[in-house]
């Protein structure tokens, strides 16, 4: 008996749930599925990140192929349309495609120059109403139906930093909170509450800190909104180990020039009451600036965006961070 042989084709521009309900679809009708990935260079989204989200959303029985090539996109660009496709087709697929599926009328045309039945899938949108343009246009909107693999390319991330007891962590809260938004807690407080205890520091343990909290990060951003709220990030917990070692680890300097960084940050100013809850250690006046001026040098130098929040009342601290907000989504 002959295998049945899928084949689908798109530019997944972003891939989303309607295509991953049309490759699951396909996969359960055929013994083997190709996805075909086509990009060219004047789209707007890399073909090579494309290619991965499908990779990591293809079912089981599929194989993923990335055709980066600049060839006519409709009929009406070139008489010979339908061949140059046929041609590129069968230049990467070896086996006898039997089947072809798509969620567009061009399926019919397509398994006919393939000598393949052609399969429509959902036309009218009825099991998962979405398009790549909707997505493009107004990702905020239609955030549910991007997968997990997707939504960290148009997911946004927002850092709350600054020096000890200015209100970093309940502003955290508040706006994750206020504003429906996921968040990501500061995980050197917690490493320092549950085994340093404010003693013994040596620079594996800012390495430590720097992985975990980005390990966390990468967790939540998978379910998470369209906008993470963080609790620190590792550009704080570089002014740390300065405050606390004396240097920064090379290999924390390593990390921080590999990752992205936050897409905005707010920069807590000082002249809020210290307050000792346990977890902080006490320092004057002139240390608290000086951890504040360590922060903003990092985030000038490196061009990164900030807005400095100030008052020494906690109520106008958080007006003054919506506000910011506010603007950074429009």
């Known amino acids: 008996m002959q295998s049945k042989i899928g084949f689908v084709l798109g530019k997944f521009m972003p891939c989303h749930n309607g295509h991953k309900f049309l490759f699951d679809t396909a996969s359960n009708l055929v013994d083997k599925l190709y996805i075909l990935v086509c990009t060219r260079d004047c789209e707007e989204i890399n073909g090579l990140l494309r290619a991965s989200w499908v990779r990591q959303l ?24 339908w061949n140059i496709w ?43 109403d979405i398009s790549a343009t909707q997505i493009r246009n107004n990702s905020k909107h ?3 139906y991007i997968p997990k693999p997707v939504k960290s390319y148009y997911q946004k991330r927002v850092c709350i930093v600054g020096p000890q007891s ?9 706006l994750a909170n206020t504003q429906n938004l996921s968040f990501v807690n500061e995980y050197g407080r917690d490493y320092d509450f549950l085994y340093k205890k404010g003693i013994d520091w040596n620079e594996n343990d800012f390495v430590k800190i720097a992985k975990c909290h980005l390990a966390i990060q990468k967790e939540v951003s998978l379910c998470g909104s369209h906008i993470i709220i963080e609790d620190t990030d590792i550009i704080q917990t570089i002014v740390w180990a300065q405050f606390l070692l ?9 990390i921080f020039k590999s990752i992205n960084k936050a897409d905005q940050y707010l920069l807590l100013t000082p002249e809020t009451k210290w307050i000792n809850d346990g977890t902080r250690y006490k320092e004057t006046e002139q240390q608290r600036q000086k951890f504040y001026n360590e922060l903003q040098y990092i985030l000038e130098f490196f061009d990164l965006k900030y807005t400095v929040v100030d008052s020494n009342d906690y109520s106008q601290r958080h007006s003054k961070a919506v506000s910011v907000l506010d603007q950074f989504l429009k």
């Open 58 to 81: 293809a079912p089981k029985n599929s194989v993923v192929i990335h055709m980066h090539k600049d060839i006519p996109q409709e009929p009406k660009d070139d008489s010979d349309f």
């Open 166 to 174: 200015t209100g970093k962590t309940t502003l955290t809260h508040y």
């Open 246 to 254: 004396g240097f920064v680890p090379i290999e924390l300097i390593s």
């Open 86 to 128: 046929k041609q590129e087709i069968n230049t990467r697929i070896f086996e006898n495609i039997t089947d072809v599926f798509g969620s567009e009328k061009y399926v019919i045309k397509l398994a006919a120059i393939l000598n393949a039945e052609p399969c429509i899938i959902d036309i009218d949108r009825n099991h998962i």
């Open 142 to 144: 239609y955030w549910d």
